[in-house]
T-cell receptor, first 112, second 114 residues
Framework: GDSVTQMEGPVTLSEEAFLTINCTYT??????LFWYVQYPGEGLQLLLK?????DKGSNKGFEATYRKETTSFHLEKGSVQVSDSAVYFC???????????FGSGTRLQVQP | NAGVTQTPKFRVLKTGQSMTLLCAQD?????MYWYRQDPGMGLRLIHY???????AKGEVPDGYNVSRLKKQNFLLGLESAAPSQTSVYFC?????????????FGPGTRLLVL
């Protein structure tokens, strides 16, 4: 079945550091890939998405590229801020399936 | 624009008690979902609905029931709560389905079953 694997957290960085959160997936066909972010006490918000191989999703300085050859969708940001502290979820969706398949989430803590 | 709202925000139940979680969306979305989130795991789908009056089972439906009597509301019921149902419950909605749609999430309901 479908699955998403994320690096375990927490990831602790200093402000302005470079961020990478790894995500790999297993799925048949050609899934769409998503990054959701959950700020403390809030629900999940879509951060970015990519719907086909080699697409790059970007938003708020975050980027992720859909790599079919390595079945990966790693999240990157060049310079993190304290306000980026949150839990980040990688997820996939396939045509014909109603639900998103989520990874376990990675907590990011950014220190001033 | 409220988006997706959930009530209550937090609830404590004793084993065997029942309760209903309410989800409401004001985006006129056809599709609505209930997920649960447990430590160290991603969100898992409990039930979903593809339109008013229709519901279907998701990945972990046992012990839960749902109803979609109005397009904007999706109710999740626990008839006889068990400690294994201690979790954070998220409702979501989407305009379409089929793989590329964005799901919009509510803020969650934290449930503790003693």
């Amino acid at each position: 079945g479908d699955s998403v694997t994320q690096m375990e957290g927490p990831v602790t960085l200093s402000e302005e550091a470079f961020l990478t959160i790894n995500c790999t997936y297993t799925a048949t066909g050609y899934p769409s890939l998503f990054w959701y972010v959950q700020y403390p006490g809030e629900g999940l918000q879509l951060l970015l998405k990519a719907t086909k191989a080699d697409d790059k999703g970007s938003n708020k300085g975050f980027e992720a590229t859909y790599r079919k050859e390595t079945t990966s969708f790693h999240l990157e940001k060049g310079s993190v801020q304290v306000s980026d502290s949150a839990v980040y979820f990688c997820a996939l969706s396939r045509r014909g399936r109603r639900a998103l398949t989520f990874g376990s989430g990675t907590r990011l803590q950014v220190q001033p | 624009n409220a988006g997706v709202t959930q009530t209550p925000k937090f609830r404590v139940l004793k084993t065997g008690q029942s309760m209903t979680l309410l989800c409401a969306q004001d985006m006129n979305h056809e599709y609505m979902y209930w997920y649960r989130q447990d430590p160290g795991m991603g969100l898992r789908l409990i039930h979903y609905s593809v339109g008013e009056g229709t519901t279907a089972k998701g990945e972990v439906p046992d012990g839960y029931n749902v109803s979609r009597l109005k397009k904007q509301n999706f109710l999740l019921g626990l008839e006889s709560a068990a400690p294994s149902q201690t979790s954070v419950y998220f409702c979501a909605s989407s305009a379409t389905s089929g793989g590329q749609e964005t799901q919009y999430f509510g803020p969650g309901t934290r449930l503790l079953v003693l």
